[in-house]
């Protein structure tokens, strides 16, 4: 159902990195890390993803959580 009165016209997802350039990023989600100021506890959450103690579920809705609590949406 179209919305008359959105402002949106365009969503893309860069999944692969091909159309955005990150420069020093790994990725977009380190890009928004950064650019919200929660790099830091993001890559502890990585870690803990990446060691097996966190289950990829878990992991990408914490990192959620911190976009939301920085008023993200």
Do not use: Q, R
């Amino acid at each position: 159902m179209k919305n008359k009165n959105s402002k949106i016209k365009l969503v893309c997802f860069d999944l692969d990195n091909t159309l955005i350039d990150f420069g020093s990023h790994n990725s977009s989600w380190d890009f928004l890390h950064e650019k919200l100021g929660v790099h830091e506890k993001a890559g502890e959450l990585k870690k803990e993803f990446f060691s097996g103690k966190m289950p990829y579920k878990a992991w990408a809705k914490a990192d959620v959580e911190l976009w939301k609590e920085k008023k993200a949406s």
